[in-house]
């Protein structure tokens, strides 16, 4: 036969961690939902029509963990040992701060995991109030602090980091 | 039977749509990934080792549009006709703009699908470049125009829209 | 070619309903979860370690209802316009009782989500509560109501059911 | 930045199982559904419209087994090693009697997909049975033994286990 | 800003089906899985390990077809009205032809539906037979008729339809 | 009770692998799907409306690697360290070869990963595609080496294997 091989630049792939150790991992993420004070106070006294804005971010972030290797196109699926999430109502800056915290034993990072829970809960967290604020925005979607791996412990500078 | 009914504050739901009109639904989102200049020029070259990073994107924010009913738990599932997404590599500011544009003809707007395919671009943007950049930030997740539905047309104000 | 048709005695397909019109369609669906008086209290005052046991269960229940039929082998993958859920602590009898309200527009009946949507309920609770409480048992999920399509309204004998 | 801490009360999580051994685990649930003797002779006899009942709800409950996490938000995403299903046709009682058995070796146990499989198996048994009997209930979801981990093993009360 | 429009060449979209009629579409595709005559006689008497093979390839290519749009990336997520299969066993050849017929009413062809379900049917067929056979060899996975939309009726050449 | 035990021939199961052992598992599948040189040309120039093909059909068979067990009823849901795809354009023969290699550490072989990984690529192929082609076949789906396991190495004689 007489191939002609495609172009190799750029060609994606999962790459292989099958030489990589099991060990413990950890990563912290963090976003932030900007919305109208006016929102932000029928989030805090659960008055919106869809529900309770947080009680259910929290459980979509929590799914969204699990789900994040169907979504992300080359990252690995993956067992989570443990998925924390967190919630702070920002008053003075008009805005809710998401945490997420996921732990693993494997092969690979779980950054992608923690940032896509705190992605899918600030997302849910839109969804739930548009109907009277269209103008929310999601930012610094970023991780905070990675343990594990080859790499070793990452802490993003500037970040106050419990623990 | 002497039942205790539980506490309807904020008890969620998915809201019946059944009495709306199917109309057309346009909706438009954008994201920015900022990051280093060094890791911007990586992605521009496609030197990444996981592959080519926007073309990998693409595929995932268009996937993550199909299924942004599975991952927004108050989200109705619909039937996209339509989902386009572009990409703009800013050297100036160290960052890539996203933006989604989904269409359908239906009873419901069409927003979460596209913020929900900002976001998952994003993060396969994240996801693809993080061996050589840990720092990148996702920001700036906002909806940009909005068409059909009762509420009419939606323009986020300062934002540079086409058509 | 000499073929030999397999046996068609009890060959699996799913039903064509393109003939059938689009009308409104509800179908209202009930399951109890019987536990122990102390595993009740403990999930009435959520003190449940892994969290407030009805809020999840109420946003398992809608998510549930939106993925029947990727459970349900020849279950229509149909637009749900609306899901509601119900959670009743009867105390007198130690149990909870969930009922869903599934509606649409379209060709074929909901009843199927609404009993997913019970079923997957009820397991959140089981879930949220194994840890103290191994006997619990799910019962009597079945059918309570169901509007529109050819067979007309259905209402189940002996149950007390609202408008 | 001044924080508001929402509530911790019932904080949902998928709690840390990363400090538990990986065992063998198995565990039995089992369930019936109730239906018209009619109803159960045409199942028996492979004559519904849609196909042979039983085939299809026990394909459609090892795969439920599968997709346990996915529906049930608190539960971990683990590797199955094993499932079987068994179906027992109760002339006597006009019900049949559901059981599936799961296995892994792993953190966490295996309550929930076995749960988990047989209600999906009987809700599949409504679903191939509906057009014909809209009165059938599915009840006795249980568990009814379970193997490793630190809480040892259970066995139900009054159960008939083999093995 | 000044941006450097990345090249469009080659840019992946699910294209706009907003502006199609809404039409009766059918599709029917085949395929062929070649095996050792000693295979296909254990398939035919149903003798294999893992469990009745055709019944289970029926139940997993019905099931396919509903997950078409979320395997192919381009491909849009409808509603199907109709899934039907059929499996034929050809002794003289050594194989088993495996036949799929989707219907919807809708904008968009099911074309991709119904080679995904024979598809699928296929690899399942593989998947309960390689304890016994390595060489199997899957092949002619193709669509033998379209009707609807306006490229109108295709019916390939060559091929025996029915109707 | 009187239970009527229900056939026993063909009861499908996944099968118990928890005896296995974990080793390197490694995987190698091909297809190839044939066009006329036409078709070829533009898939080679990336000139398809829905965009290029090939990098869309990579991402689209890894991400189908992974969801392997979500289709195929009785395969067990594994996690993989690594999936790598390569296509050739072969003008002489006016096709384009798809190869998979799936790699993982664990109990069970990967051959479905790899298998549905061409054939979710294969389809995808097709469906960027059929605007300008109906006629395209996809064939030859195999199994071409197998690494890991009680059974050994397989290797498929007549194929040309590196490494």
């Not at 007489?2 to 912290?28: N, W, Y």
């Not at 995991?113 to 967290?125: C, D, K, M, P, R």
């Given at each position: 036969?007489?191939?002609?091989?495609?172009?190799?630049?750029?060609?994606a792939?999962?790459?292989?961690?099958?030489?990589?150790?099991?060990?413990?991992?950890?990563?912290?993420?963090?976003?932030?939902?900007q919305?109208?004070?006016?929102?932000?106070?029928?989030?805090?006294?659960?008055?919106?029509?869809?529900?309770?804005?947080?009680?259910?971010a929290?459980?979509?972030?929590?799914?969204?963990?699990?789900?994040?290797?169907?979504?992300?196109p080359m990252?690995?699926?993956?067992?989570?040992?443990?998925?924390?999430?967190?919630?702070?109502?920002?008053?003075?800056?008009?805005?809710?701060?998401?945490?997420?915290?996921?732990k693993?034993?494997?092969?690979?990072?779980?950054?992608?995991?923690?940032?896509?829970?705190?992605?899918v809960?600030?997302?849910?967290?839109?969804?739930?109030?548009?109907?009277?604020?269209?103008?929310m925005?999601?930012?610094?979607?970023?991780?905070?602090?990675?343990?594990?791996?080859?790499?070793?412990?990452?802490l993003?500078?500037?970040e106050?980091?419990?623990?």
């Amino acid at each position: 036969m007489e191939f002609t091989h495609i172009d190799e630049r750029g060609r994606a792939k999962m790459v292989d961690v099958g030489s990589k150790e099991d060990t413990l991992r950890i990563a912290v993420a963090r976003a932030s939902v900007q919305m109208e004070p006016k929102t932000l106070a029928m989030v805090a006294e659960r008055k919106m029509k869809k529900g309770d804005v947080l009680a259910v971010a929290q459980v979509a972030g929590i799914m969204g963990a699990k789900k994040t290797s169907e979504l992300i196109p080359m990252c690995h699926n993956i067992f989570l040992t443990g998925v924390d999430m967190d919630f702070e109502i920002d008053e003075k800056n008009a805005c809710i701060h998401i945490e997420a915290s996921v732990k693993t034993i494997g092969k690979t990072g779980v950054e992608m995991e923690a940032l896509h829970a705190v992605s899918v809960a600030a997302l849910t967290i839109y969804d739930m109030c548009k109907a009277v604020d269209k103008n929310m925005v999601i930012s610094d979607i970023r991780l905070v602090k990675k343990i594990g791996g080859k790499s070793g412990t990452y802490l993003r500078e500037g970040e106050c980091i419990e623990g």
